[in-house]
């Protein structure tokens, strides 16, 4: 069950990113991009903390700049629900 909570909170934490962006006048390109960013820096620097966290690192490193682009849109998509 703490997978689940660390996943949850994970989502929830990048969903208030995800919501202060929109409320702030972002449009959903720059959220996008935005994300790519964040998605990099975390494939790059944190060590996955989760079996999720794992997959979503595993996608990123095989991904290229379209698919990064695609992932970043899905995991916003996610964060939003």
Same mark, same amino acid.
């Given at each position: 069950?703490?997978?689940?909570?660390?996943?949850?909170?994970?989502?929830?934490?990048?969903?208030?990113?995800?919501? #202060?962006? $929109?409320?702030?006048?972002? &449009? *959903?390109?720059?959220?996008? !991009? /935005?994300?790519? %960013?964040?998605?990099?820096?975390?494939?790059?620097?944190?060590?996955?903390?989760?079996?999720?966290?794992?997959? #979503?690192? $595993?996608?990123?490193?095989? &991904? *290229?700049?379209?698919?990064? !682009? /695609?992932?970043? %849109?899905?995991?916003?998509?996610?964060?939003?629900?």
């Amino acid at each position: 069950m703490a997978i689940l909570k660390d996943w949850t909170e994970w989502k929830n934490t990048l969903g208030n990113a995800v919501e #202060l962006g $929109e409320n702030v006048g972002m &449009s *959903d390109d720059t959220i996008t !991009n /935005v994300a790519e %960013k964040v998605g990099t820096f975390l494939a790059n620097n944190v060590d996955p903390r989760n079996p999720e966290e794992r997959l #979503l690192k $595993e996608m990123w490193d095989v &991904s *290229d700049i379209n698919d990064k !682009n /695609v992932l970043a %849109k899905l995991i916003v998509r996610i964060t939003s629900k």
